[in-house]
C-alpha cells in the first residue's frame, strides 16, 4: 500500500494516527473539503490541526471574520429546490464567480499554508477564557482507544459560578476500554484547565438526524438529563 486519504470537513488527525500506526511505510493524504466543495487542501502533517495547501483548482477567500469561503470550478452551484439555503450558504459575487460559504474559521500561517481554527459560532467562554469547542474535540481525538468525540454546552444554574457546563461524549474504537474517570485525567493533562469538560459519557454510537448528521441536539438532551440527576443526587 503506497497511498491513503483521509477526506473529512475538519482535520481527523485521530483517523490519520490510526492509519499511521498500522501503515508506517504509505503515504498519508489529509485532504480537507466540504461535499458543497470537493477537496480545498490537502497535507502530509497527520498529527496537526494543519490543512495544508490549496488542493488544484481550488480558489479561495478569507472573510474579515476568518470564515473560509470556496470558489472555483469545483464548488456546487446552489442547494437543488431550496433557494433560501442557497441564499444563506452560497457569496454570488460578481468578481469571484458562485462560492460556498464554509462555516469554517481557517487562517494562513507563515508558510503558506492553512490552519482550522474552528467552527463558526462554536466559540464559547468559560472561565473568562474564549476558544472553539472543536478544538477540544480535536484533542481528544488523538487520546488512544478514542474514535470520535463531539464536545456540547448547557447552561447553569443562576447559582452555578461556572454559568456553562462543557460536557463530552466519547465514541470508542472497536475493543478500546476507557472509563469516563480515565477520559477526564487524559483530558486534565492535555488541555488548558478551562477546557477541561465537567460531564464525560462514553456511547457505543452518536445519535444521527434524517440527513445522518449527528444530532447534537438530542446529545445536548442527553447531557441534561444527566446533569440533573447529578445535582440531586
Given at each position: 500500500?503506497?497511498?491513503?486519504?483521509?477526506?473529512?470537513?475538519?482535520?481527523?488527525?485521530?483517523?490519520?494516527?490510526?492509519?499511521?500506526?498500522?501503515?508506517?511505510?504509505a503515504?498519508?493524504?489529509?485532504?480537507?473539503?466540504q461535499?458543497?466543495?470537493?477537496?480545498?487542501?490537502?497535507?502530509?502533517?497527520?498529527?496537526?490541526?494543519?490543512?495544508?495547501?490549496?488542493?488544484?483548482?481550488?480558489?479561495?477567500?478569507?472573510?474579515?471574520?476568518?470564515?473560509?469561503?470556496?470558489?472555483?470550478?469545483?464548488?456546487?452551484?446552489?442547494y437543488l429546490?431550496?433557494?433560501?439555503?442557497?441564499?444563506?450558504?452560497?457569496?454570488?459575487?460578481?468578481?469571484?464567480?458562485?462560492?460556498?460559504?464554509?462555516?469554517?474559521?481557517?487562517?494562513?500561517?507563515?508558510?503558506?499554508?492553512?490552519?482550522?481554527?474552528?467552527?463558526?459560532?462554536?466559540?464559547?467562554?468559560?472561565?473568562?477564557?474564549?476558544?472553539?469547542?472543536?478544538?477540544?474535540?480535536?484533542?481528544?481525538?488523538?487520546?488512544?482507544g478514542?474514535?470520535?468525540?463531539?464536545?456540547?454546552?448547557?447552561?447553569?444554574?443562576?447559582?452555578?459560578?461556572?454559568?456553562?457546563?462543557?460536557?463530552?461524549?466519547v465514541?470508542?474504537?472497536?475493543?478500546?476500554?476507557l472509563?469516563?474517570?480515565?477520559?477526564?485525567?487524559?483530558?486534565?493533562?492535555?488541555?488548558?484547565?478551562?477546557?477541561?469538560?465537567?460531564?464525560?459519557?462514553?456511547?457505543?454510537?452518536?445519535?444521527?438526524?434524517?440527513?445522518?448528521?449527528?444530532?447534537?441536539?438530542?446529545?445536548?438532551?442527553?447531557?441534561?438529563?444527566?446533569?440533573?440527576?447529578?445535582a440531586?443526587?
Open positions: 500500500l503506497q497511498f491513503i486519504t483521509i477526506s473529512a470537513g475538519s482535520p481527523d488527525i485521530a483517523r490519520a494516527l490510526h492509519s499511521r500506526h498500522h501503515f508506517p511505510n503515504r498519508i493524504l489529509k485532504t480537507y473539503g461535499t458543497e466543495t470537493f477537496r480545498t487542501f490537502i497535507s502530509e502533517n497527520v498529527s496537526s490541526l494543519e490543512l495544508g495547501r490549496l488542493a488544484a483548482g481550488a480558489r479561495i477567500e478569507i472573510s474579515s471574520e476568518g470564515e473560509l469561503i470556496h470558489y472555483g470550478a469545483t464548488c456546487m452551484l446552489g429546490f431550496d433557494p433560501l439555503l442557497s441564499k444563506a450558504r452560497m457569496n454570488f459575487s460578481a468578481g469571484n464567480g458562485v462560492g460556498v460559504l464554509t462555516q469554517d474559521l481557517v487562517q494562513q500561517t507563515t508558510d503558506g499554508s492553512y490552519c482550522f481554527i474552528g467552527r463558526k459560532g462554536d466559540v464559547i467562554k468559560r472561565f473568562e477564557q474564549r476558544f472553539h469547542l472543536s478544538e477540544v474535540e480535536a484533542i481528544v481525538k488523538t487520546f488512544h478514542v474514535k470520535d468525540a463531539i464536545a456540547i454546552t448547557i447552561s447553569a444554574p443562576k447559582s452555578d459560578w461556572r454559568q456553562i457546563y462543557l460536557g463530552l461524549f465514541q470508542l474504537q472497536t475493543n478500546a476500554v472509563t469516563s474517570e480515565q477520559l477526564l485525567r487524559a483530558c486534565q493533562e492535555n488541555l488548558s484547565y478551562y477546557k477541561v469538560p465537567d460531564f464525560i459519557k462514553t456511547l457505543d454510537s452518536f445519535p444521527t438526524t434524517a440527513s445522518l448528521k449527528i444530532d447534537r441536539q438530542q446529545l445536548k438532551l442527553c447531557m441534561e438529563q444527566e446533569q440533573n440527576l447529578y440531586r443526587n
